[in-house]
């Protein structure tokens, strides 16, 4: 089969590669359907996440066809139209059962880190992915969604909506600050409703990501390189901070910014994955009786959020730009890796 492999930093190809096979009975082999691109491949790409090797298969997001399972798969057959988690569950470690999936303790990978594809293991970028613990972290599809809106349930809903909107503690009436709206800020967006909120300001550096927030839901935008964008939130709380301000960048700059706009007595969640250290003003903020979470998805929420999906609560297509071929998948990775000039919010790439 063809598969993107990554070749070490700044290197990718669109190769042939062998056919992935069950090696465990929990196993099922799935084709790729449709697959798209995530911030963290580039990251990969950039030599940010050394665990990654050279050879490895990018890609942890997806939506397939069941080809093959292995003999103790109970609960899915071969034809099964699935959504690939990007986190794998075990289903019995101590850790997936309290719904950390996250931190899977199946020795698949590596034991305690759930994600693993295109990282630990093959991943999803392919013409076809073995996927471990298959009764756990392969959801079926109902036929009424579609392959686009199903592809953002492997990582960016469940990454909004749980990292930011359940961390995030958001509650009926609440004003939350989305600060970066990329598709996973915008996600958190397209899910705050879900807990009540009330007002939800989508700030960012890009004007064209601000007019895509308001399409998911945000009902206020703040252009955060303009001085005085921190008043212009504060404005909108009447002076007094944010319930809940959501971290979706994943630098020093705009944690900081969270902590800034946060009402005594507020949640910041951070979200954004971070290369760098952060500081924490404790000097000022312990007096503000503020709580702070983090956290790497659990993707525990998927198959909830699909039933909302397939009521057309959550506009999942909507994160759909661009379209590719798998055989294109190159100018796929050229076309998201220029987002600010191509606009692009997510890349679906299909078989
Ligand atoms: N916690 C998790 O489990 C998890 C899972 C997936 C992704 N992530 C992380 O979430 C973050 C967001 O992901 P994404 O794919 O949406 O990223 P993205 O790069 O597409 O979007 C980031 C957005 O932040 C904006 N931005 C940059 N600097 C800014 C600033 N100073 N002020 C305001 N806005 C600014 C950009 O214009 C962009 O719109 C990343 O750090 C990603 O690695 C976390
Ligand atoms: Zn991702
Ligand atoms: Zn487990």
């Given at each position: 089969?063809?598969a ?7 290197q990718k ?11 465990k009975p929990?196993?099922?082999i799935?084709?790729?359907?449709t697959?798209t ?12 996440v050394p665990?990654?090797q050279?050879?490895?298969i990018?890609g942890?997001?997806?939506?397939g066809?069941i080809t093959?399972?292995?003999?103790s798969?109970?609960n899915?057959?071969?034809g ?5 988690s990007?986190?794998k569950?075990?289903?019995h470690?101590t850790n997936?059962?309290t ?9 698949e990978?590596q034991?305690?880190?759930?994600w693993?594809?295109?990282?630990l293991?093959?991943?999803?970028q392919?013409e076809?992915?073995?996927?471990p613990?298959?009764?756990?972290s392969?959801?079926r599809l109902?036929e009424?969604?579609?392959d686009?809106?199903a ?5 960016i ?7 930011g ?10 004003t939350v ?13 397209a899910?705050?409703?879900l807990?009540?909120?009330a ?9 064209n ?9 945000a ?8 001085s005085g ?5 504060l404005?909108?709380?009447d002076?007094?901070?944010v319930?809940?301000?959501i ?16 009402r ?9 994955v971070?290369g ?10 312990w007096?503000?009786n503020?709580?702070i979470?983090m956290g ?21 297509e909507k994160?759909?730009?661009?379209r590719f071929?798998l ?9 998201f890796s220029?987002a600010s000039e191509?606009n692009?919010?997510k890349?679906v790439?299909?078989r």
């Amino acid at each position: 089969m063809k598969a993107l492999v990554y070749g070490g930093p700044g290197q990718k190809s669109w190769q042939d590669v062998p056919d992935p096979r069950i090696v465990k009975p929990t196993d099922a082999i799935v084709r790729i359907d449709t697959t798209t691109i995530c911030g963290t491949d580039l990251h990969i790409l950039k030599g940010d996440v050394p665990a990654v090797q050279a050879g490895r298969i990018l890609g942890h997001e997806g939506v397939g066809t069941i080809t093959d399972v292995g003999a103790s798969v109970g609960n899915l057959k071969v034809g099964d139209r699935v959504i690939i988690s990007c986190i794998k569950s075990c289903g019995h470690c101590t850790n997936c059962r309290t719904g950390l999936y996250s931190h899977c303790l199946g020795d698949e990978g590596q034991s305690g880190i759930g994600w693993i594809f295109g990282h630990l293991i093959d991943g999803t970028q392919a013409e076809y992915v073995r996927v471990p613990y298959a009764d756990n972290s392969l959801h079926r599809l109902p036929e009424e969604v579609s392959d686009e809106q199903a592809v953002m349930l492997s990582d960016i809903l469940p990454t909004g909506f749980e990292i930011g909107i359940q961390y995030g503690r958001v509650k009926p009436g609440d004003t939350v600050a989305v600060i970066g709206a990329g598709p996973v800020g915008l996600a958190a967006i397209a899910t705050a409703g879900l807990y009540g909120a009330a007002t939800i300001i989508a700030i960012d550096l890009d004007e064209n990501r601000l007019e895509q927030a308001k399409t998911f839901g945000a009902t206020e935008t703040v252009i955060s390189g303009s001085s005085g964008w921190k008043e212009q939130v504060l404005a909108l709380t009447d002076g007094l901070g944010v319930d809940v301000a959501i971290e979706a960048v994943g630098i020093p700059q705009t944690f900081e910014m969270a902590t800034q706009v946060v009402r005594p007595g507020g949640n910041v969640a951070n979200v954004g994955v971070h290369g760098k250290p952060v500081e924490l003003h404790l000097e000022d903020l312990w007096i503000q009786n503020i709580n702070i979470s983090m956290g790497l998805v659990n993707a525990n929420t998927t198959p909830m959020l699909l039933k909302l999906v397939a009521q057309q609560k959550i506009p999942a297509e909507k994160f759909a730009t661009h379209r590719f071929t798998l055989d294109n998948i190159l100018d796929a990775y050229d076309t998201f890796s220029r987002a600010s000039e191509t606009n692009a919010l997510k890349v679906v790439i299909t078989r």
